[in-house]
């Protein structure tokens, strides 16, 4: 039996394609974001819900982590891949950083979604 990797090409200024192994999830990818430094892909899928992070550079995997309720947004609150914030389904704001998990608080309404400014450095949550 031969399995097939799925991947995803990148092609830079010389014309050399490279690509991304193992760039799949169990069922499907909700929304997927490039860090600012541009070197990481952060993507969100589901069932189970989880977290992927692909490295540009080395092209792999560069972690996974599982989250316990479904995702509506996410953002990237650092040049690179080391904070993340989770808006979730159940009215909470999940905080990552390097280490994994970091801190959940909850927010008052349902939020559809979030928009971080960078040069203010403030996380804007948008609800209906």
Known sequence: MIKYKKSILQINKDRVINSVFD???PSLI?????????????AYGEYPPQIRCFDLYNLGLKFQRTI???VK?????????EKLVLL???KFLEFHS????????????VSNSLFFD???????IFSI
């Open 118 to 124: 960078n040069l203010s450095k403030i996380l804007y």
């Open 23 to 25: 760039f799949n999830f």
């Open 88 to 90: 979730r389904s159940d």
């Open 68 to 70: 316990n309720c479904e």
């Open 73 to 81: 947004d996410f953002q990237i609150i650092s040049q690179n891949w």
């Open 98 to 109: 390097k280490a994994g998990y970091y801190y959940q608080i909850k927010i008052p309404s």
């Open 30 to 42: 909700k929304k997927i974001k490039q860090t600012e430094d541009g070197a990481f892909l952060v």
